[in-house]
């Protein structure tokens, strides 16, 4: 049995993990390593790819970074998320907002300890990165549809720092990029009809709180309408494999995605439109293996 002590101490742990969302995390760093492996270096031994350190130091300094920013953002959301997200507020506050900033300037730190390993410009992407994400939790968040869009560009840039490393710069990387960027902001834009009422309440000025749900919705329904363009090329103009039939089923999701946003009205809705896109990108992370399912065993020798 563990003594009270050692409870309360697991319960800080599962705290400070639901405050970084450690799972995203997780999630994000097998993308990066997927990512490397079948689309920005298809040609390069299996082996090189998984044993680069300079690889293995820009992922793990985006998973600090990234955690580092999920703590700002919820030392500024404290009070909004209490009333949005009432039971996981609960479990983030076992930690305190001073055990939060202090470990937020640790994360940062190590993240640009670990960049400098890779190069300078990676420090500097690394430290323009956690001011970008900063800046965007302290002032940008509160502005309608700029917080969306920097939002949405703060959670693909991970995977532009593995791009740049390889240097790839094909087409096709590209249009899935277009397809990722334009789905993480339609889930930054259902988040704020999922969020209204705490929104409102701290004074937050987002789409739906200016001018309304309608007007969001139709700025959602256009967003998901230029999702479906790169799904289409990626299915008819690019070798992608297998995984044409993930982006068919994206298409399939999409269109009922939107006729559920028509019908949406409550927060329990929202919930269910969100969880829709996050399905649908996390799906797409393991999808990738799709691309080539013998490319990793050609490689592997």
């Known amino acids: 049995m563990l003594s009270?002590?050692?409870?309360?101490?697991?319960?800080?742990?599962?705290?400070?993990?639901?405050?970084v969302r450690g799972y995203n995390i997780l999630i994000i760093a097998l993308a990066q390593y997927l990512a490397?492996?079948?689309?920005?270096?298809?040609?390069?031994?299996?082996?090189?790819?998984?044993?680069?350190?300079?690889?293995?130091?820009?992922v793990i300094a985006s998973?600090?970074?990234?955690?580092?920013?999920?703590?700002?953002?919820?030392?500024?959301?404290?009070e909004k998320d209490l009333i949005n997200k009432p039971k996981k507020s609960m479990l983030d506050r076992l930690v305190s907002q001073r055990f939060k900033l202090t470990t937020y300037f640790i994360l940062n730190f190590l993240a640009v300890f670990a960049a400098s390993y890779v190069s300078f410009r990676a420090v500097f992407f690394f430290s323009a990165y956690i001011f970008g994400i900063?800046?965007?939790?302290?002032?940008?968040?509160?502005?309608?549809?700029?917080g969306n869009f920097v939002s949405a560009t703060l959670a693909i840039a991970p995977f532009f720092a593995v791009f740049v490393y390889y240097k790839n710069f094909e087409t096709v990387i590209f249009v899935h990029a277009i397809f990722l960027f334009l789905l993480i902001l339609v889930r930054e834009m259902i988040k704020d009809l999922e969020n209204m009422k705490g929104d409102l309440a701290q004074n937050y000025k987002t789409i739906p709180i200016i001018y309304g749900a309608g007007v969001s919705k139709v700025c959602i329904a256009a967003l998901i309408s230029f999702t479906l363009v790169p799904s289409l090329l990626l299915i008819t103009k690019f070798d992608v494999g297998l995984m044409n039939y993930y982006f068919m089923g994206c298409i399939a999701l999409l269109i009922l995605f939107l006729v559920l946003l028509l019908k949406s009205k409550i927060k329990k809705h929202y919930v269910w439109l969100h969880n829709i896109?996050?399905?649908?990108?996390?799906?797409?992370?393991f999808s990738i293996l799709l691309i080539d399912i013998d490319l990793v065993l050609n490689r592997i020798l």
Do not use: C, E, M, Q
């Open 4 to 19: 009270r002590k050692n409870k309360l101490l697991l319960l800080k742990l599962l705290s400070l993990f639901s405050v």
């Open 63 to 78: 998973a600090l970074t990234i955690a580092s920013g999920y703590i700002i953002n919820n030392f500024y959301d404290a």
């Open 36 to 58: 490397s492996i079948y689309i920005l270096s298809p040609n390069l031994p299996l082996r090189r790819v998984i044993f680069d350190v300079n690889l293995l130091f820009i």
């Open 134 to 146: 900063w800046f965007y939790s302290h002032k940008l968040k509160k502005v309608p549809f700029v």
């Open 277 to 285: 896109l996050k399905f649908i990108i996390v799906a797409g992370v």
